[in-house]
């Protein structure tokens, strides 16, 4: 069984920065994904890394701005959050892939419990 716990996320005004954590127990040398959901709209993948860290992959509006990685000896995976925008404003997600890498959420086995991540203008 795994657990995974996201770090608290927080209020950020437009052009900050902010570094989630997800903290994870049990089986966790698996690829790990970052999603996110804004209200009133679907869950969408945000980036993914192996479960090597050797390769990561983002979805276009956070590319160049977003950073995952992962520290293995602390089985943690990070997302630092760069130049954000008020569109960047959700509940994001950590997941485990037993699948590897993957943009599909239905690729993710466990999931964490969410953390808001407001950015205002």
């Known amino acids: 069984q795994v657990h995974l716990v996201e770090s608290v996320g927080g209020l950020v005004q437009a052009g900050g920065s902010v570094q989630l954590s997800c903290a994870a127990s049990g089986r966790t040398t698996y690829a790990m994904g970052w999603f996110r959901q804004a209200a009133g709209k679907e869950r969408e993948f945000v980036a993914t890394?192996?479960?090597?860290?050797?390769?990561?992959f983002y979805t276009d509006s956070v590319k160049g701005r977003f950073t995952i990685s992962r520290d293995n000896a602390k089985n943690t995976v990070y997302l630092q959050m760069n130049s954000l925008k008020p569109e960047d404003t959700a509940v994001y997600y950590c997941a485990l892939s037993l699948l590897g890498t993957s943009t599909n959420s239905n690729n993710y086995s466990y999931w964490g419990q969410g953390t808001q991540v407001t950015v205002s203008s």
């Open positions: 890394i192996s479960n090597n860290g050797g390769y990561t």
